[in-house]
């Protein structure tokens, strides 16, 4: 046998706080918190990026992070479905931008959501909070943790490093990623106590910190009465030394676009092995079963000869070699143990909705779901292309962008939208990536030479099913043309020909097909 260390991912599963007694007023609670919080993503001159916030009244006022929205060009939102029915609309402007707090008043073109309600009291170390929001994209989720402090700006700039902050702070052991700054930390009664903004970054597990309450009130009163000002003339124009979206940013290699032919390559190479592939999503189900099972016989202990060799690992499993589905398996605490199982849980439960709801090759949302979730594999042999990774474990974050990871015993620096949250022995998240050439990296102080790998984004992928030439077909099936997609809007899209004449073609006239395709990338509208 051979010890292999896994830290699996962070909570995913969407609640608002932890009842000790009764189940039934945590989903209560679930349901009414998710109403008031917003998935936002911004448009800026250098990509796109994602992050949350929260409505504080019935007129569109919401609060998120400054540094969600610097450099913003646009902004959409997108609020829980309620009945099935999502709601969605844009950020107006902003009343009110304090970068010492990362805070920003702003106004939403929605106002049919409800508000959520601002704690009047500051919590005490030990409370039970929850951080909900948007990390790495995966809409209206939640991590549970504690208050570990309440800090003084004194503190943040004494005991932090960080002498630029104001205001207080709320320190918490919550998992906070990617995605989650802007979001409300909430109480057991479901009051915001602070909004997430610092999260930790590579080995600093768990050292997460939001501004209070208090200072979102006092924001909120300042915002009051204030003019609306755009996002263009306001947000738009920051770019403080916090960003952490700007492609390359940090990085120590360049962000590279992904090639539209390796797009291609991808895409047609999963149509081609269709079958195949959702027979391996099929499979990875009963695989998770298994592992679950191993999982829930488990210790909620680390013993010292386990883990000694990585001494921060939540998670520990043993891997037998000579014997299939004999692995042991290691918790730091019965809370670890039950959240890791939670989190595979949560994984099985999507493949088991993936196996219902993809259809067929020519169904552009069923391609676009497969291809995200189980694409043809990665050949870490051919430059330039694309490939579906299973399973990426961190060994060292170096920046906000790019990791050093084993995949299949070899190590490769991996470029990721945000290395928030992930620490040593946990695994990045399964998806498409991009062979991206070789650098020179410092592996246990020698230098090595590695294969550069780039994690494409859902936008990229979206972008992918529309781009190349491609055949557009009308209602009837008996028109179609071979074009390229250009732009569209609410009524209309923007075709080129291979003769390079340029259509504009009205969506409703578009086969089904087609205009599920267009729903699927829904770009933000142009200012």
Known sequence: MFVRLSVLFSLLWVSCFISQTNAQDLADTIERC?????????????????GSGFVVDDNGTFVTNCHVLEGAKTARVTFPKRDGVETTGEVL??????????????????????????????????????????????SFTATTGIVSAVRSQQEMADEVGDTERRGTWIQVDAALSGGN???????????????????????????????????????????????????????????SKESHRAAGSEGLVPHREVPESALEGYIAEGKTSFSDLLLGLRREAASLTAKMKEMRAGQPFIP?????????????????????????????????????????????????????????????????????NAGPPLDIRKDGSIGFVNEAI?????????????????IYLMWVESTAGLALGEEVLPGPVFVNGTA????????????????????ELKRGLLGGVRTWKDTSGNFSVKAKYLSSDAKQVKL????????????????DADQRLLKLYSPPPAK
Request: proline share 4%; aromatic share 4%; hydrophobic share 40%.
């Open 394 to 410: 961190v060994i060292h974050a170096y920046n906000s962008h790019d990791l050093l990871v084993v995949i299949d015993d070899s």
């Open 440 to 459: 020179t990296v410092q592996v246990e102080e020698t230098s090595q030479a590695v294969t550069v790998l780039q994690a494409v984004t859902k936008d």
């Open 496 to 511: 080129q020909d291979e003769g390079g004449k340029e259509l504009a073609v009205p969506i409703h006239k578009l086969s």
């Open 181 to 239: 700054s802007g979001g409300p930390l909430i109480n057991a009664k479901g009051e915001v106590v602070a909004m997430s903004t610092l999260a930790s970054i590579g080995a600093a597990q768990n050292l997460n910190f939001g501004i209070s309450a208090a200072d979102i009130k006092q924001a909120v009163s300042q915002a009051s009465g204030k003019p609306l000002t755009s996002l263009a003339d306001g947000v738009g124009k920051i770019k």
């Open 304 to 372: 010292p000869a386990v883990g000694q060799a990585k001494p921060n690992s939540q998670v520990v499993r043993v891997v037998d070699t000579r014997r299939r589905g004999n692995n042991q398996w290691f918790f730091r605490s019965e809370n670890v143990k039950r959240d890791v199982i939670a989190k595979s849980n949560e994984r099985f439960r999507e493949i088991s909705r993936l196996k219902t709801d993809i259809k067929s090759a020519d169904d552009p949302e069923s391609l676009y779901e497969l291809l995200w």
């Open 93 to 138: 402007g902003t009343f009110l931008i304090d970068q010492s707090r990362d805070i920003v008043i702003g106004k939403l073109s929605v106002t049919s959501q409800p508000a959520i309600e601002l704690a009047t009291e500051l919590p005490r170390k030990g409370d039970r909070v929850t951080a909900l929001g948007s990390p790495r994209g995966l």
């Open 34 to 50: 998710e109403q008031s919080v917003v998935r936002i993503e911004v448009t800026e001159d250098d990509g796109r990026s994602l």
